[in-house]
């Protein structure tokens, strides 16, 4: 009621939760308690759903972007997307999976559109409580304010939903761009097509030699981002710089270095260990 009639759109939605949600409705309706004083309608659902194969999870609750494109809605006018490469608990536990989760968010008032998460494992604690934030209308804004439960087996002090919202909010603000794999691959097909010019990107890993040497990026320069602010001559002015690390973190970092020299800059989704299982 709230959340699909927003956009206009009926969906088909299979699911033991809403077999139940409705026959509570059902009941409540044909035989009110005393006492209640509004009969309760069916909220709504966020049409949320999860898959595992193997050793990955999948889930999905809201929209996906392909699905709000496919409505109409235009991409960085009526919605943007924000990404973000995260581990389920901090990373020096034992047993801390990784996560990739994507955010769909509406342009003017930041209102959680969609998530999307894959994952190792952990899935179904992000997508439930995205299902419910989107239900009550929540933003990134309530993403970044999430109060989650912490200890360091479970979880980290900035949640993986935390850093989705702080992202969301960069990107909205201004302050981060983010360029997808699809985007960086074609690209990087056009660069070998043309003999490895570069055309109007320049590609920067600021990543430790000794990472790259274990897992390089193709036509990628490797300038650490602790030597980033005495290597600046060796970035060209004149072109978009795309920026990974392994996840992400250093690569907005070194965005921001970049954006206060006056360089147009963009950070690969992901960074290189969602390259690296992309491809």
Not at 94 to 108: D, R
Not at 186 to 204: A, H, Q, V
């Amino acid at each position: 009621r709230k959340f699909w009639i927003r956009h206009g759109q009926a969906c088909l939605k299979i699911s033991e939760y809403l077999a139940s949600e409705t026959g509570q409705v059902c009941m409540m309706n044909i035989w009110i308690p005393d006492g209640l004083k509004d009969v309760p309608g069916f909220p709504g659902t966020a049409g949320s759903g999860i898959v595992q194969a193997f050793n990955l999870q999948a889930g999905i609750t809201g929209f996906g972007a392909e699905y709000l494109e496919a409505s109409g809605l235009v991409r960085d006018r009526d919605f943007f997307t924000a990404f973000v490469s995260q581990k389920s608990h901090v990373g020096w536990f034992p047993g801390a999976g990784f996560l990739f989760i994507k955010g769909m968010f509406e342009k003017n008032s930041g209102r959680i559109l969609g998530v999307e998460a894959v994952g190792s494992v952990s899935v179904d604690k992000v997508i439930d409580a995205a299902s419910a934030l989107i239900l009550k209308h929540g933003t990134y804004r309530d993403l970044a304010d999430f109060d989650a439960a912490y200890a360091p087996q479970f979880n980290a002090p900035k949640s993986p939903l935390n850093m989705l919202g702080f992202t969301a909010e960069n990107i909205d603000l201004g302050l981060e761009s983010q360029t997808d794999i699809q985007t960086l691959l074609r690209i990087t097909g056009d660069m070998e097509r043309n003999g490895g010019s570069s055309g109007e990107y320049y590609l920067l890993d600021v990543r430790e030699p000794s990472e790259v040497r274990s897992m390089s990026l193709p036509y990628f320069s490797n300038i650490p981002l602790g030597t980033l602010r005495d290597s600046l001559a060796e970035i060209p002015k004149d072109k978009t710089v795309i920026i990974t690390c392994a996840v992400g973190v250093r690569a907005w970092n070194a965005a921001r270095i970049l954006a206060g020299y006056g360089y147009r800059t963009s950070v690969l989704t992901g960074g290189a260990s969602f390259y690296a299982m992309y491809r």
